[in-house]
T-cell receptor, first 115, second 110 residues
Framework: EAGVAQSPRYKIIEKRQSVAFWCNPISGHATLYWYQQILGQGPKLLIQFQNNGVVDDSQLPKDRFSAERLKGVDSTLKIQPAKLEDSAVYLC?????????????FGPGTRLTVL | GQQVMQIPQYQHVQEGEDFTTYCNSSTTLSNIQWYKQRPGGHPVFLIQLVKSGEVKKQKRLTFQFGEAKKNSSLHITATQTTDVGTYFCAGNFGNEKLTFGTGTRLTIIP
């Protein structure tokens, strides 16, 4: 079974530039998550989708971050404009169901450096 | 807010020694999951605990969920170099999402 795919793996941009990350979840997984993991910290949930609807985006900085899940499968997370404090690893995860009792499968992440 | 705290933040042990990390919440959890993240890698699911006082074992790893469902622990017996990584607990407060703890980074001295 193929895992969660993410691209790019690394991205370096200057502050105020825009960047987009892509995620393809495990086939058949209804729920998709985007996490931000700052060095030395635990993953912080940015947004959670069930199929193509948003379940939770309470911690998404909506003035600069946006996300969509196309046709309930792939997802894109965008930052516009980026700030220095956005430097982190952006992890995508997926699970079969939407409850907090489902095992989450993580992708390899995208390491973003903002200069 | 709903937070999950972990202690210690770092632990260095000699190979063969035991290791324990503790996870605490100020409010009752619906369930708790544990993940392991190798250096440079991504979190990988280890186990889920649901019932009050539940204890589960995976070879040298023992997981416990407190009676009040506010705390949990992971104990590794006789650590090996393959145990290196950061261990995260992730709690569900009954709101359909997981809140990850701060993590405990384990390093092994051969």
């Amino acid at each position: 079974e193929a895992g969660v795919a993410q691209s790019p793996r690394y991205k370096i941009i200057e502050k105020r530039q825009s960047v987009a990350f892509w995620c393809n979840p495990i086939s058949g997984h209804a729920t998709l998550y985007w996490y931000q993991q700052i060095l030395g910290q635990g993953p912080k949930l940015l947004i959670q989708f069930q199929n193509n609807g948003v379940v939770d985006d309470s911690q998404l900085p909506k003035d600069r971050f946006s996300a969509e899940r196309l046709k309930g499968v792939d997802s894109t997370l965008k930052i516009q404009p980026a700030k220095l404090e956005d430097s982190a690893v952006y992890l995508c995860a997926s699970s079969l169901g939407t409850s907090g009792r489902n095992e989450q499968f993580f992708g390899p992440g995208t390491r973003l450096t903002v200069l | 807010g709903q937070q999950v705290m972990q202690i210690p933040q770092y632990q260095h042990v000699q190979e063969g020694e035991d290791f324990t990390t503790y996870c605490n919440s100020s409010t009752t959890l619906s369930n708790i999951q544990w993940y392991k993240q190798r250096p440079g890698g991504h979190p990988v699911f280890l186990i889920q605990l649901v019932k009050s006082g539940e204890v589960k074992k995976q070879k040298r790893l023992t997981f416990q969920f407190g009676e009040a469902k506010k705390n949990s622990s992971l104990h590794i017996t006789a650590t090996q170099t393959t145990d290196v990584g950061t261990y995260f607990c992730a709690g569900n407060f009954g709101n359909e999402k997981l809140t990850f703890g701060t993590g405990t980074r384990l390093t092994i001295i051969p």
